[in-house]
């Protein structure tokens, strides 16, 4: 079968990876000259900076698969592994009216009570158990956790994690996002707790694993409690290495072409570049939504509406690196809550995470959903250096200048699931699947924003077309 993957991400080149070990034949079409999309790693001063994801998470559906593919292409003895004891694990900090406040890491910081909240974390429990349900299909994480758990954890918790992982607003985002059990409880039991009480009496069938999964460096990785981890060299050795696979087992990536249109006929895929056109037996395409949606609006204009309608968000991306250690507490970093409405959305604290030398290598996030109203629509590199600086100055009481940087804007780079959004990607598929269109949809528009979800999907997609 002959397959063409649009866009060489971490999708799409785990994708075509996925299709050649099952002797199916892949050919990868990437409109930059670049492969691993926004995996960026760049080393500068003897210091690995990333532009993009840092570090990738053990735990989840997603973990196990990712560990297997770092498995499957030798990449075992670059993973550097942070232990779930270690303070970048153990210590996470919101900066909230102009402070930094560690989040509770013990049960007993969770029954005292700390700033910001005015309450211990546990009295929660009790909200949630006293307030009635509200039947709906789907709400906003904010309107969801600040009606079951109250206003604080809401307005400081809710809205930093949402910035830290999507950049987003928590105010418009999906419940489903990242609560969609805690949601279903609601809707099924009529509170949280009573949901998890009765879901843990009720011992709930282990799931299955999907075959191929299994490692033994995920066996390694929960025997020696990891809790995240990244590559020496940086993450961009990932998409680097699976591209070296795809030649070896006979695929093909071309860079700088670009896909301009996506048509179907008679059971195949015509996908047009501006200088080719390759006919396919399916096509997966790992691109943004809105991205695809041009692609395919001449034939099939109800889906491109819906794939328009995924919005995204903008991050300005500022890494810096100073002489000597100078962070006066280590921890993974610090998100700065909605509430505090600046253009800062967190700063991760690179050199605590991993080796770096005599130095403090810091990346600071800024913009996200706010990105115009806080930088304007086209901020100069020096400005966004300026603010980057002036936050880590006034908030981590680092006065001396960087000896080191990196300015970079990603334009459109994380898809926001908005309220509706699952909805939306059902009604999707449902077409796709009604109208038998050999095209799977990967990437992070869809089912998941972090890298195990993208591979994990992009591991799925090809299962699926396989059992076809
Ligand atoms: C700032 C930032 C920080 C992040 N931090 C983390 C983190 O710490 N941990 C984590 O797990 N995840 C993190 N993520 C998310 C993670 O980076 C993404 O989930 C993942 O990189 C998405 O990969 P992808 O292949 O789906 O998409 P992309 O990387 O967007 O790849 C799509 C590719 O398609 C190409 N393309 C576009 N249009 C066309 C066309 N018409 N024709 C051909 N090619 C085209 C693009 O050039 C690109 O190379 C972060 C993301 C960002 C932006």
Redesign the pocket.
Known sequence: MMNVV????????SAAHYLLKTAQKAVV????G?L????RSVRKSNIVFE???????VAGDGGPNTLALLEDLGLEDRVSAIKSDHPAVKNRMIYVNKHLHMLPTSIMSLLTTSPPFSKPIVSAIFQDLKTPPKVCEDESIHEFVERRLGKEIADYLITAMIRGIC?GDGKEISVKFLMKSLHEAEQNHGSIVKGIVKNVLKKQPVKPRLPGTESSLYNKARNEKWSIWSLTGGLEVLPTTLATFIHKLGGKINLN????EIKFDSGKAIVK?RSCTYEADHVFS???AY?VAP?LQAQHPIVARELASIPTVS?A?VNLQYEGKLLSQEAFGFLVPSTENLALLGIIFDSVCFPSGDNTVLTV?MGGRWFTDFLGADPSPQKLLDMAVGYVRDILKISVQPQSHIVSV?RD??PQYVVGHHGRVARIKQYINENKLPLSL???SFDG??????ILCARRAVNNIHLK
């Open positions: 649009l866009g060489a991400g971490i999708s799409g080149l079409i990437e409109s930059s670049n691993g999309g926004w995996i532009q993009g994801p840092h570090t990738v998470r950049a072409e670009q896909c301009t570049t790992s691109l943004p991205k692609l991050v991306v996030m990603l780079c994380i990967i990437g992070s924003v972090g890298v195990n979800d993208v």
